[in-house]
Nanobody, 116 residues
Framework: QVRLVESGGGLVQAGGSLRLSCAAS????????MGWYRQAPGKQRELVAT???????TYTDSVKGRFTISRDNAKNTVYLQMNSLKPEDTAVYYC??????????WGQGTQVTVSS
């Protein structure tokens, strides 16, 4: 069983920055894909960014050039550096971990609020 714990959310003014962290703990051999999703009020959860164990990253178009995902495999931790934040980035951000068909885990979520 895997537990993902997020931290780093909060309230920031537009143009500001926040860094989210997600640490994985529990019993697992590897987590191939670690990433971040977000869900704004009244909207579906959407992919923000992912980082594979092989080093491949992906980003949704709306955050490219502003957000950077990174990963520390030794610490089983994934980070999301968010710069130039906009009010439309306001959402609950969820960490996700996946390893084929054997692992599909979610964190509890952390609130990010960007004021205009």
């Amino acid at each position: 069983q895997v537990r993902l714990v997020e931290s780093g959310g909060g309230l920031v003014q537009a143009g500001g920055s926040l860094r989210l962290s997600c640490a994985a703990s529990g019993t697992f051999t590897r987590i191939n894909v670690m990433g971040w999703y977000r869900q704004a009020p009244g909207k579906q959860r959407e992919l923000v960014a992912t980082f594979t164990s092989g080093g491949t990253t992906t980003y949704t178009d709306s955050v490219k050039g502003r957000f950077t995902i990174s990963r520390d495999n030794a610490k089983n931790t994934v980070y999301l550096q968010m710069n130039s934040l906009k009010p439309e980035d306001t959402a609950v951000y969820y960490c996700h971990g996946e390893e084929g068909s054997v692992l599909d885990a979610w964190g509890q979520g952390t609130q990010v609020t960007v004021s205009s």
